[in-house]
Each structure stands twice: as C-alpha cells, then as structure tokens.
C-alpha cells in the first residue's frame, strides 16, 4: 500500500453529486480518515467495496458493520448515515441508477440485488474470499475505464461487465432468479415512471389512469413486490431530488418543494425531515462542511492507475 | 513457467471432438511439441490465444502465422490445418458455436468478428498488449470455471464473459456494429436453419419455400451477408458433421454420406476431398494415429488450476 496520506476523498470529482442522481452508473474510489456522519440519499443504488478500514453504516433504521473484503448495498432513496471506526475507511464506490439496470434485459431479473438488505442477508456480503473480491474490484476498474474513455461498444462493455458483478453477487446473497412479467413488470414500469416523473401528479388516481389498473391493486401490489408502501416510495424520490437540488443551487424552500412535485410547503418539510433528521437549511449546511472536509483531500485514481489491477 | 514437460495435449479431454460441432462453448489449454499437420474441420468458430511457441496455420487457402500475444480466428466450418515452428505451442482454445452466438442478444450484432479474418485484418490480434491480452485469458480461465460447475446463474454468466470477450475482440480488430434487422436477420436464420438441418433437403427451392423468399434472392443475399456461396456452405456443414462422425464411429461411406444429408456418395466424396484434401478413410486413419500421439501427453489445467489466475 503506497502512503495513505495519499487516500483521499474523491467524492469531489465534478460528477460525483450529479451522478448520485442523474448518471447511469458512475464509480469512485476514496477514503475517510473522519467518520463524517452526515446524512444522506440518493436515487442511485450505492454498492461500497471495503478494501480497508471499518464503520458503521446506518440505513433507514438499521445497523451494518463494513470492514475488509466486505460489500455493502444500499437501496436506491434508502436515507443512510456512516460513522469510521478504523480510519482511513478506503473503499470502492459504484452507483447505479436502479431505472437504469431495469431497462437492461438480464439483468432486470436480478433486481433483487440492487436493494437495502436485511443485516443477516447483508452478512453473505461480509469475509468475501479474496479471489472474488479482486474480481470484483478488477470489474470496478475495469467499469472505471469504460466510464472515462469512449471506446467502440462502451455501452456494451459496460452491459457485461455490470451483468457479471451481478451474478457474482445474487451468488454471494444466494437470491432467486425474478420472473419478470406479469404484474413485476408492470409495478417495474411505475417505478421507473415514479423515478422520471417525481416532478408531477402521482397520486394512485392518476397513476390508475396512466397504468389502467385500480388505485389499490397498484397500491397493494407495489407493496408486494417492493416491500415498500408506493407513497413513502414517491416521498423518498422526490427528497432524493430535492436534495441533489439543494446541493447545487441556491434556492428558496417554496420553490424547492414545488420542484420537486409538492403542492404543499408543510409536507414536503416533514417528508425531508423524516428522511433525513434535518431540515432543508440544516442539510444544506452540513453539507457545505463536508464539501469543504473533502474537498482537502485529493484524488486518488491517479496513484492507483499504475498498479494496473 | 512451470516444467514444461507438464505441458501437453489436453484436447484429448472427453469431450473435446464432441464439443466441436455440438457443444455451444468449450474451452480448452493445449502444447504441442509437435507440429501434426492433420487437416481439420468443424462447426464451431475457434479462437487460439498464443501464450508461448509460434507456428503457422492455413485456414482455407490462406497462410496465417501464429506466435506470443496473438489471437487466431478460424470461422466455423472452414478446414484449417497447423504446423508449429517454435514448440511447445502453448495456446488457450475458445470454440463456440455460430448458432449459440447468434442466439444471444447484443452478441448478435458482432458475429463479424467470429469468422476467419483476412491476413490483414488478422495482423491486428497480433503482439497484443499484455493487460488486453491478459485479460483474456483471464475470460478463458472464467469460462471454465463456468462450464465445468454448476453455479446459480451460469448461463447468464456465460453470456457476460462472452460478451466481453466479443467487444474487446471487436475492438482489437476495429470492425463496425452489424445492424442485425432486415435481410441480415433472415440470412442468419437460413443459416441457423442450415446448421441444424443438415442432413435434410437443403436445396435453395426448399429453402425458398419454408423462408418464403425467391432462390435467387437467398442465393445472393447468403453471399452478401457472409461472402460464402450459400451452396459451398451446406456443403461445408455437411463435411463438418460427417468429419465427427468418422471420428467416433465405424460407418460405411454410403452410410455416413445419407446421415449428413447427401443423396449420391460421389458428390459427398468429392466435397470431402476438396474441403480436407484427403479421402474419409484416410482421414479416419490420421486421426487414430493423431488421437494416439495426443494420448500420450497429460492435461493441463489442474495444473495451471493452483496459479489462481
């Protein structure tokens, strides 16, 4: 291992906070000699790849340890929350919009792996041996270079290479294959619409009348296939914008919220407060803190570049 | 490099010849000291990826030079022979099955690269960068584990390693996205068709009937779309398939010609010698003989199997 000194937070690459919301796929690689607990949620699906180092990571409202040759999942708009027991806590980071993975065929019967697990699912995740683990890591690096460059069939690389940390982790979490038609699908096609659409009208009515289904089949079925009710679902996309908003703008809090679909100022700031702890302006704050933290640190892909995975 | 004198032969592994024309993937690790000259054909497209030695092959009527970081294509049902000017020959052998790669989504549009190249197209899959090359073999190493286990996903996992092999192949020799609809999309499936019907009436009125298209318009799309004449390649086929059988059987020639679909021994005969430029019988009296040599020499993954690759 070169200097740590050299690990550094790379969070601050430009794309990173545009990424968590608005890109595909994107990857990272940082490390944190400070637990900075600030709270946080993003639409995309984050996958952490421990190479070394230790926390905690608190999601919704449960508690999961990461450590060396582990992997952690967190669902796409799951709030969560970290705290570094042994620093620094260096990691991979790969983000990837769940509406995204959807639309890929193969892959969209694997859906289940892009979610919070439960602890004791997410322990499978944990002492992966180390053949595994460099395989997935070279995947990561390999998904790095695809990212960066504008290679001939690059969606294409891109397809393979995330179709196969796929099936390297639905085998480590043991999950069976999803069928994917039917009612799957069509709860599949409200979601992605949820996640593109947040801005406008969603209540069961008018997704009724978009999807031709009754108000509580898609409520009732949503639930089902998600083990989320749809409404805390629609909440938690539009925080999840409303704070990548946040993040990058200077904007009222009345617009705010009407941007990111409220009719009403009170709900959307409850719904923010219940994700996150915070208010809008706390947030923003914190979160003004920790880019200024990160942004110390310096970026570490170069360093590693050489070592050629 | 460990003893080379581990190296050896492991095309004698049980299912090898069976593979050739049947099996969707096989992969194969193989050093020959010698250079046996037998002329060979077979259904499934072969990749060679060189790690040590160098020798030439000639595959059709052209000469093409093989040696250390170099990948050759031979195209499905093409006779090729070897001799080996530098041994041990050391090479990993990918065959896949044309039919197998056409049924897979993406793939589909890059059969361009499973085919026998020009000697000018080929030179691009020689002196290969180690990282590409490695990587590679690496995909090689991963395909075996895959085909030889039964693991959660296998299929799916067989697709994404195929995958990537095919876009860092297409890459390497720079060849553009086929648009897989239209009349490509219909030649493709005469050619299935051919594949696995070829013991059947194959003449260009019977295909015209179950594909509904005029004989002349398939005759000079066949030839378009793969710059085969559509008539050498039912032929090709037909060879392919009477060559395995000959190998594992004892068959009288009028026998062997009906089962692979020809009506008169003579044209059977006469095809046969211009594919291979030998007789079956003295084919089938090569390959005893080759078989015995081949017999002689051990497998080698189990012992490639503790370096971990």
Redesign the interface.
Known sequence: MENLNEFLNCYNEKDHSIALNNRNIYVSYSGDYKGNPINHVHNSCELLFIEQGGGEYKIRDQQYHIEKNGVLIIGGTDPHSRRFTQVPCIRYGLTVLPAFLQSL??INS?MNVYRTHSPEEANKLRGIDD?TFNRMVSIIWQLREETKDN???KG??V???L??MT?IL??LL?LE?QDISGMYKTMSDIKNYIDFHYAENLSLEELSRIFYLQPNTISKNFRKTFEKNINSYIHSVRVSNAVRVLEKNDISITELSEVVGYASVNTFLRQFRESLGISPLQYKKQFEQYKEDAGKTRLTWDIREKK?Y
Do not use: H, S
């Open positions: 065929p193969v694997y053949v290679g001939q069939g294409d690389m397809y393979a290479l179709l196969e099936i639905n085998r043991q294959k050629k």
